[in-house]
């Protein structure tokens, strides 16, 4: 069964949410752990969580996967800026703890002219600060299209912060489709050849979600704007070949296209469709 859900919204809590998911077929979900561009975070009602968990138990979900606010620069130049990431994170840490055992995505940040070099050093330290080795939330760090001065454009970037994380298997990598066809990693015609790359330099093993984005604009150009399943330059053919691929096929796939609910429904019939049984 494929597993599949879009980003949808917690600000009716989070059983709400695992029923939206249920009513467009999806068995897994992503959400913001609070307002993408702001700080704040509502107060986690432990009811509440225990009662998506026993939901995501009894229909069978994946992993869900939370996503840091957009805001969280690890690595900004300003020391302000990055010790506010750090409190943020580690709060998201604590509440994702009513909801033990999922996944929690963030941007590795943009080094802001500091140079690549020393966005990783402050993206390790801040993740040495901020892992416990209670916790049972694997983080993830999520590719990126490499626009403007953003850390994790390479897979050897990505691999350079997991190998300085001292609690390492805390650690993992979440996939975005549409940002790794904008950093120029050839999806639609090597999709073999770049998941090798991917195993020899990070592992395969370090792989937990996949982003499962369109782009609007084309291999190499360092964008990231996402399109509507098919409607970008990935297509739908190389989209259907990335969810039934053998070494991804049982991943759990998230779809941040730029839809409404009922858009979401229907992105998610055509995969369900499009999925090898
Ligand atoms: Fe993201
Ligand atoms: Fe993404
Ligand atoms: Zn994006």
Redesign the pocket.
Known sequence: MLKIGCHLSISKGFKAIGKEALKIQANTFQFFTRNPRGSKAKAIDPKDAEALLMLMNEKQFAPILA?AP?TLNACSPEEKTREFAVQVMADDMVRMEYLPNNLY?F?PGTHGGQGSEEGIRQIIVQLNTLLKPEQTTTVLL?TMSGKGTEVGRTFEELRQILDGVILSEKMGVCL?TCHIYDAGYDIVNDLDGVLDHFDQIIGLERLYAI?LNDSMNQKGSHKDRHAKIGEGSIGLKAITEIINHPKLRHLPFFL?TPNDVSGYAQEIALLRGAYDK
């Open positions: 996503h957009y995505n941007h999520e975005d982003h941040e």
